[in-house]
């Protein structure tokens, strides 16, 4: 199983919409876990911390399921400039972190 | 807002060469990453530095790679003898407690 997985995507989805991303790991010992989103060939930036309580900012929604070992992301009223990869990130010891494969996003007008 | 800074943005060399990838972290930060893509697929971790060693790394550094913080501002990356598999941007990364992480905008490696 790999460490971090995610839906393959990629979403179109109408501006407007809510999608929602999901993302499992494997290592139960994991410690933290963030959203980050990445434009196309530009450097991965944190969209989001997520905490086990859940969270939220803004339209965004990030869930956390220790039991299941899986993270979702929820996006509501899709914008233009949501259209980006979105990377499910683990922090699995004391010093490493693993990017998931991403989800692609197309918010189309 | 402070910036990782990533020298060249842009890098060609010849199979066999060794490049060297710069980074200036952010200043108060105290732990540096490095990790790379290679288009198309996924950001991979290849090694994390702090209290000027390495703490970990990935089976992908091996002894072709070595990092060096050579000043107290730079953090750079060795590639030895590059293979064409080495083409990949590579960014670095600094964070000031190993949580949220601040990436560079990358260095595209192309070798050729």
């Known amino acids: 199983r790999k460490e971090v997985e995610q839906d393959p995507g990629p979403f179109n989805v109408p501006e407007g919409a809510t999608v929602a991303f999901n993302c499992t790991y494997s290592?139960?010992?994991?410690?933290?876990f963030f959203w980050y989103r990445q434009d196309c060939r530009k450097e991965p930036k944190l969209l989001m911390s997520?905490?086990?309580s859940g969270n939220e900012d803004g339209r965004f929604t990030a869930q956390l399921n220790r039991a299941s070992q899986y993270i979702s992301l929820l996006i509501r009223d899709s914008k233009l400039s949501d259209s980006a990869t979105y990377l499910c990130?683990?922090?699995?010891?004391?010093?490493?972190?693993?990017f998931g494969p991403g989800t692609s996003l197309s918010v189309i007008p | 807002e402070p910036e990782v800074t990533q020298t060249p943005s842009h890098q060609v060399t010849q199979m066999g060469q060794e490049v060297i990838l710069r980074c200036v972290p952010i200043?108060?930060?105290?732990?540096f990453y490095w990790y790379r893509q290679i288009l198309g697929q996924k950001v991979e971790f290849l090694v994390s530095?702090?209290?000027?060693?390495?703490?970990?790394k990935s089976e992908i550094f091996d002894d072709q790679f070595s990092v060096e913080r050579p000043d107290g501002s730079n953090f750079t990356l060795k590639i030895r003898s590059t293979k064409l598999e080495d083409s990949a941007m590579y960014f670095c990364?600094?964070?000031?407690?190993?949580?949220?992480?601040?990436f560079g905008s990358g260095t595209r490696l192309t070798v050729v």
């Open positions: 990130v683990v922090k699995t010891s004391y010093d490493k972190v693993i």
């Open positions: 290592n139960s010992a994991s410690q933290s």
């Open positions: 530095f702090y209290n000027n060693e390495i703490s970990e």
């Open positions: 990364a600094s964070s000031e407690a190993t949580v949220r992480y601040t």
């Open positions: 997520v905490y086990s």
């Open positions: 200043s108060n930060h105290l732990y």
